[in-house]
């Protein structure tokens, strides 16, 4: 058995070999095609869309394609920072979801800004104190961030990317069950656990602060009190798991979005986001979703949010399949732009792959 063990760790010793060849001589290239565009664009999210739907479809096991995903993100992460570390903005402090998304989409070879809000973040990215930022978009479970979407429609700033991430809160301190009082956490993760919260922890203090990774901070300080959140921020604060996936439902999953001042080729599976405004007359809604059906554009989300002008006025965020470049696309865009009484594309990106 140890001769047969043996055999095949030199086995894995050489294909190590061959893969840290082929890794280097990776970088080597990437590097060269940096030099080629001269121009300091060192992230091409429709390219690296590409580069994981490949390596998907000729992807025959035993790894996952997920798996797949996170090993060539950090492959393409070292090889982009051969030409330059990218600074990314996200919700602090660290231990966040927010940094989870950008460690998913971006990979480890990054320069992380913190911030305190996600006010902050589009101000990173628009003061060019960061290139990138990503930002809360919808829960699953509780909709959308309406302030992350009042922000998309006041800012210049324009989406180029999306990431799906699965949300597990846990229930962290370094207190015995019974003993917590107070519990600390994002509104939205507070909404998350409701009715668990309510059926182990009825007398408990919930309280709202800026993030989940704050609350954890605060726990380390406060005695009888406990932070929903990650285990990444329990490890990264020194608290313990005292009861885990404590979300009600188990699918619960956020979607982010990746905001910057550039603009995102095609990939070939895209979404396009729009903002817009009726006019007031009958049929209004109608008359503008007309055109996207007439030219077989399908909308996989609408959302209404009030317009902050007039009482009872409201804009429309809708997500539409396809990149504002592609012809039909366009064409349909152009005449709901014409029936709209406000319009304006928020950006187009390769889909989550």
């Not at 479970?141 to 429609?153: C, K, N, P, V």
């Not at 917590?180 to 059926?199: F, N, P, R, V």
């Not at 979703?289 to 009030?306: H, Q, V």
Request: with cysteine.
């Amino acid at each position: 058995m140890s001769d047969e063990i043996s055999g095949l760790r030199q086995q894995i010793d050489a294909i190590d070999d061959s893969l840290l060849g082929l890794l280097n001589q990776r970088a080597e290239i990437a590097r060269q095609v940096g030099e080629a565009k001269k121009q300091g664009v060192v992230y091409r999210p429709e390219r690296e869309a590409q580069v994981h739907r490949r390596l998907h479809e000729i992807n025959s096991g035993p790894l996952t394609n997920d798996t797949v995903s996170h090993l060539f993100t950090e492959i393409i992460s070292s090889c982009r920072a051969q030409e330059e570390l990218l600074t990314i903005a996200c919700l602090g402090p660290t231990g966040t979801f927010s940094e989870e998304a950008v460690l998913k989409q971006f990979g480890s070879q990054i320069s992380l800004v913190y911030c305190p809000t996600i006010d902050e973040v589009f101000r990173s990215v628009a003061s060019d104190a960061a290139a990138y930022g990503v930002v809360p978009l919808e829960n699953s479970t509780e909709g959308a961030i309406s302030r992350t979407l009042d922000l998309l429609f006041e800012s210049s700033l324009s989406l180029s990317g999306e990431v799906g991430l699965p949300v597990k809160h846990n229930l962290l301190s370094m207190e015995k069950s019974q003993d917590i009082e107070k519990i600390y956490a994002h509104s939205q993760s507070l909404s998350q656990c409701q009715k668990w919260l309510g059926d182990n922890f009825p007398s408990a203090q919930l309280i709202p602060v800026a993030s989940n990774a704050t609350a954890a901070k605060m726990v380390v300080e406060e005695q009888r009190s406990a932070a929903i959140a990650s285990r990444i921020a329990g490890e990264r604060y020194g608290l313990l798991v005292v009861h885990s996936s404590i979300e009600d439902k188990s699918d619960n999953t956020t979607r982010f979005g990746v905001i910057s001042k550039s603009l995102v080729g095609s990939s070939g599976a895209d979404k396009t986001s729009i903002v817009l405004a009726a006019q007031h007359k009958p049929g209004a809604i109608l008359n503008l979703l007309e055109p996207l059906a007439k030219n077989g554009i399908s909308m996989t989300r609408l959302e209404s949010r009030p317009s902050g002008v007039g009482l009872w006025e409201y804009m429309f965020f809708i997500d539409l399949e396809g990149h504002q470049d592609d012809e039909v696309m366009a064409a349909a865009l152009a005449e709901v732009r014409v029936k709209s009484g406000f319009f304006k594309i928020l950006g187009s990106y390769p889909k989550t792959v």
